[in-house]
């Protein structure tokens, strides 16, 4: 008898829970429109690498906004610097870094705070 009342009461709340929640949801409060915030120059960044042929290492990242130049083309200087820590031979010392850059372009995408670019 307990099962029935019990399996009675749960199905009760389960069946009346979403038409409570329903009447409980609110329209939210219009909000003043914010202003863009102004985009940084300069970002920085590390980051963990891994080749096949020279194993992990690390690095650090700049991202720098070429705006001031090209005022109407969203594109940014990347500059990386990786260090590599291949296995070598018994005996031997390799030491492996890099230093990189690249220009890219950011493709606009204002619905997100995921900023992707080629």
Do not use: C
């Not at 329209?27 to 985009?39: G, I, K, Q, Y």
């Not at 020279?54 to 260090?83: E, N």
Request: charged share 20%.
């Amino acid at each position: 008898m307990r099962k029935l009342i019990g399996s009675a009461v749960l199905a009760a709340v389960l069946l009346t829970t979403p038409a409570l929640a329903a009447a409980q949801r609110r329209r939210p409060a219009a909000r003043p429109a914010r202003r863009a915030a102004p985009e940084r120059q300069v970002s920085f960044g590390v980051q963990a690498d891994y080749g096949t042929d020279t194993d992990l290492g690390i690095g650090a990242l700049a991202v720098i906004g070429l705006r001031s130049l090209f005022p109407k083309t969203p594109l940014d200087a990347h500059v990386t610097f990786d260090y590599f820590f291949p296995s070598a031979p018994a005996g031997a010392s390799l030491d492996y870094w890099e230093l990189n850059g690249n220009v890219a372009y950011r493709i606009p995408n204002p619905r997100s705070s995921v900023r992707p670019y080629a």
